[in-house]
C-alpha cells in the first residue's frame, strides 16, 4: 500500500458499483466516493461522460489510472491489496481459477441474464459464447454443490462478485431460488461488508429520490 492508496469509486447506489464498493470494505481499502444521483441523469452529463462515455458505474481512479469495467475493477482492487487476502497471487495454486469465474461473469453470466430479461432466445450454439442461460447457470452453481466457495473454503473477490449478482438475479425472479444458490447468497449478503453497503443504498437511495421529487415540484 502506498501513502495515499485512496481509491475514489463513482458510485451510485443499487447498481453495480454497490457491489463494487462491497469489495472495497471487504479489501479494508481507503477510499472516497464520489455519488452520482442516476434518478436525477447525473452519469449522462458531461463532467460523468468525460469519466466513462458509457454513463455507466462502477468506475475507479486508483494510483493515477483509470478503471471501468466490474470485472477490471474487481481484477484490479483485489491484486492492489493482496494484504486482505481476496486474491491467489499470480503464479499461485487457484489463480486460473479464480481469473476464470471473474471472466465468466462478464462474458457468459451478464449476456445470458439480459437475454432472459429481454425474454429473447440464445444464438446458435455454434455462435453463441455462452451456450444458454441453463447451461451457463448450471456451470458455475455445480461449482458450489459441495464447497461454500468458488475456490473452495476461502471466500475471494470472485465469490462478492457472484453473490451479489445472484443477489439481485433472484430479486428481479432472473435466476432461480435454488438451495445451492439461496445458500451462497445468504453466505456473501450476510458479511458485515455487504450489511454496511446495503444500508448505504438504503439512505442514498432514498436522498435521491427526495431530490427529484423536491426538483419537479413546483416553486
Known sequence: MTADDTVTLFFSPNTRASCALTLLEELGAPYRLHVLNMKAGEQRQPPYLAINPMGKVPAILHRGELVTEQVAIFIHLADAFPEAGLAPAIGAPGRGAYLRWLVYYAACYEPALMDRALEREAGPASMCPYGDFETM???VTRELTDKP???GESCTAAD????NAFHWGVMFKLVPETPVIADYVRRIIERPAALKVAELDARLAAEHQQAV???????
Open 137 to 139: 447457470l448450471d456451470t
Open 149 to 151: 466457495y468458488l475456490l
Open 160 to 163: 462478492i462478485l457472484w453473490g
Open 213 to 219: 421529487d423536491a426538483a419537479a415540484s413546483p416553486a
